[in-house]
């Protein structure tokens, strides 16, 4: 069966280190999300892209970044980590449908302590 | 703009209550409308869709109807289980937008 990863599923860092987050889909979805989700915020979009090479930044990308290179990945990169990170993190993908239903499947979350 | 604006909470029902949580949108054009729900230490489901006005979304018991005069989305359930327990999520999505817009989560609690 199709389904979104994610690694590692818990993960301490330390401030100002480097952290890359992995999400690996088998649904062969064109668009790919990150969310992080934090108490009284709900999910809130980090970054997403539409197809390889594509890369957008979302309502709370700064210090984060994507990169997409194949169709199953996006990795999310955290360039210097700070505490106001420590977050829980879903990646999500949606498949081509025209725009209509836009049904985004989740992966289990990483949660993230930046200590 | 765009923006979900749903219940605060947590809801605490006992067993076979009646569930209601409110939801309520604010999109340019008209957008698509879902609930996701959250089990404990899990990731998010889909729980059911509507992509136009006076549309019900159905599933597992749960029922959405898509009220564009109210700009709502209410969530019901006639009769709620200890299983039912999870975090709710209302979300919208514009036509052609691929990008969801969430609302901050209803946490429900189902106590028999």
């Known amino acids: 069966d199709a389904e979104i990863t994610q690694s590692p599923r818990h993960k301490i860092t330390e401030t100002g280190r480097q952290v890359t987050l992995a999400c690996h889909q088998t649904w062969n979805h064109n668009n790919m999300f990150w969310y992080r989700q934090d108490l009284g915020h709900g999910l809130r979009l980090i970054h997403y892209s539409y197809g390889v090479q594509d890369t957008n930044k979302g309502e709370v990308s700064d210090g984060y970044s994507v990169s997409r290179s194949n169709t199953e990945d996006l990795p999310l990169t955290l360039e210097s980590a700070a505490s106001s990170q420590t977050s829980v993190y879903f990646c999500a993908s949606s498949g081509e449908t025209g725009g209509i239903y836009n049904e985004q499947f989740f992966g289990p979350g990483t949660r993230l302590t930046v200590l | 703009g765009d923006s979900v604006t749903q219940m605060e909470g947590p809801v605490t029902l006992s067993e076979e209550a009646f569930l209601t949580i409110n939801c309520t949108y604010t999109?340019?054009?008209?957008?698509?409308l879902f609930w996701y729900v959250q089990y404990p230490g899990e990731g998010l489901q889909l729980l059911l869709k509507?992509?136009?006005?006076?549309d019900k979304g159905s599933n597992k018991g749960f029922e959405a109807t898509y009220r564009k005069e109210t700009t709502s989305f209410h969530l019901e359930k006639g009769s709620v289980q200890v299983s039912d327990s999870a975090v709710y999520f209302c979300?919208?999505?514009?036509?052609?937008?691929?990008?969801?817009?969430f609302g901050t989560g209803t946490r429900l609690t189902i106590i028999p």
């Open positions: 509507a992509t136009k006005a006076d």
């Open positions: 979300a919208s999505s514009n036509f052609g937008n691929e990008k969801l817009t």
């Open positions: 999109a340019t054009g008209y957008p698509s």
